[in-house]
């Protein structure tokens, strides 16, 4: 176990098996990091947290009182309004499934919800700061309803700003009624039944083992033919700037078994694109099966390291993988997000084997300067980074990849900057996801670094990253033009409904006329194209986010990897 992982635990932020403990308003400590953020900017400290910080944290901590739960209400309307990635996406499928066992109902409206929750993100200042602003919003709406109504309106925030910042949440103008961090769903019928009798509630505690195996269906989007199934929660990486291990503690694995049990399940269901999703899907270690308890380590991606001891035992991110991918030959699996430490040659084969396994990877660089590389602890240089796609293409021909860039992190140079610039270019990545660098509390970058690049020089930095990195996009998907592509059909598209909309292998947006085509096998007559058919489409043009095409014929993946 990582020491910080032990601290947490320590100090109550982490609980293992089981034990479900809950703080009620009030009794929750805060544990100090260190001044606000105003106030550290521009300054260097010596240290950031580590066993000490959390133990002197935990010393000063107090048990929670147990809360006197009231009746837990058996209906009431509830709004959920989801913000950030789609790890968020899936915790708002869990907490409705959930509350819906408690004999809740969904509203999609507003002004008919009892209870309205936030499941938030704190990735970024600014995607806390939209949180903020809505709750303020929301606070009026409870106000209105209270004095016109009579009826109470439950405010509750969710996730990982609920982890984050609780105490802050609860007191600062008082707008929330229930608090719930990212491991604490489960207790969310008997916060809210705390709530009703007009206390306060919260439970922010993280744990070693939840990862909600047993809460299904979890979702699908895209007219039924697409699916996210969450595979490990939790991430124990450490990058400098990140807040993740913090909000979401631990890096543990769903078991295995209950992973093929959903996509069977989903298959059944005629789902037709199964993603695996986690903060570091190729982490992926299940200890749930003693028989593999003392296996080895996999190797990392060569040139890459991490910051804890290897892992050994386990089912790996490979065996997970095969046995999914094996469910329905029909099935389009893709994952996200991987880390590119977790590369080993195996996954890559695997990946170019399987029909079925998208060849499309997610390779987050962040940075193309191994000086910032360095200062974000990514364990790895720009060259281990590049000699891993040049083997990545090499090992899997055609792969589509995308990836993640930070503009402006601590200590972050103009000749910094330029050799990201230049890993763009390099790379011509299909699909990229930039940001500014957001100094979070807590983070070792907030201990250790200066925030030093003024918010302006960032922007424009980000504009010349997003700049290049659609130059390059657009070039990377006009070597398409003229291609044939298996496109997987969601639905009409957004723009016109003569018009349908799916994704190739390569998960890049594909558009294209919705007309009569053949069957490939000839054993239908012509018809339209349906969400969830498989249709090859000749690409006719492109940009730097869509391709547009003409389709030939409606076939199946397993007919098409045949080249039928
Ligand atoms: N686990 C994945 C990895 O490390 O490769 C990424 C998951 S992270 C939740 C999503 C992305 O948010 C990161 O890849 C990074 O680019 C961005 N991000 C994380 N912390 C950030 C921060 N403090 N400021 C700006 N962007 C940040
Ligand atoms: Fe955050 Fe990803 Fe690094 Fe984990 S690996 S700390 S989620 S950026």
Known sequence: MLPWGRALRAAGLLRSAGAAAAAQCGAARRERCGPGPGKRRGTKLPAGPDLRHFLRGAAKREPPPEPEPGPVPSSGRVYLETYGCQMNVNDTEIAWAILQKSGYTRTKQLDEADVILLVTCSIREKAEQAIWNRLRHLSALKARRQQQAGSPLRIGILGCMAERLKEEILHREKLVDIVAGPDAYRDLPRLLAVAESGQQAANVLLSLDETYADILPVQTSAGGTTAFVSIMRGCDNMCSYCIVPFTRGRERSRPIASILQEVRMLSDQGVKEVTLLGQNVNSFRDMSEVQFQSAAAPGLSRGFSTVYRAKPGGLRFTHLLDQVSRIDPEMRIRFTSPHPKDFPDEVLQLIQ?????????????????????????????????????????????????SSDFIAGFCG?????????????????????????????????????????????????????????????AARANEAMVGQCQLVLVEGPSK???????????????????????????????????????YVLVKVTSASSQTLRGVPLRRTTLSRSAAGH
Do not use: W
């Open 353 to 401: 084997e399987r029909h079925n396994i998208c060849k499309q990877l997610h390779l987050p660089a962040q940075s193309g300067s191994t000086r910032v590389l360095e200062a974000m602890r990514r364990g790895y240089t720009r060259e281990a980074y590049l000699e891993l796609v040049h083997h990545v293409r090499d090992s899997i021909p055609g792969v589509s990849l």
């Open 412 to 472: 972050e140079t103009e000749e910094d900057h330029q050799q990201t610039v230049s890993l763009l270019q390099d790379v011509r990545y299909n699909v990229g996801f930039l940001f500014a660098y957001s100094m979070r509390e807590k983070t070792r970058a907030f201990h250790r670094l200066q925030d030093d690049v003024p918010a302006e020089v960032k922007q424009r930095r980000l504009q010349e990253l997003i700049t290049v990195f659609r130059e390059e």
């Open 495 to 533: 723009r016109s409904a003569l018009e349908l909309c799916g994704r190739n292998d390569g998960n890049i947006k594909v558009i294209f006329p919705d007309a009569e085509v053949e069957d490939a096998a000839g054993c239908q007559a012509p018809a339209r194209a349906q969400p969830g058919d």
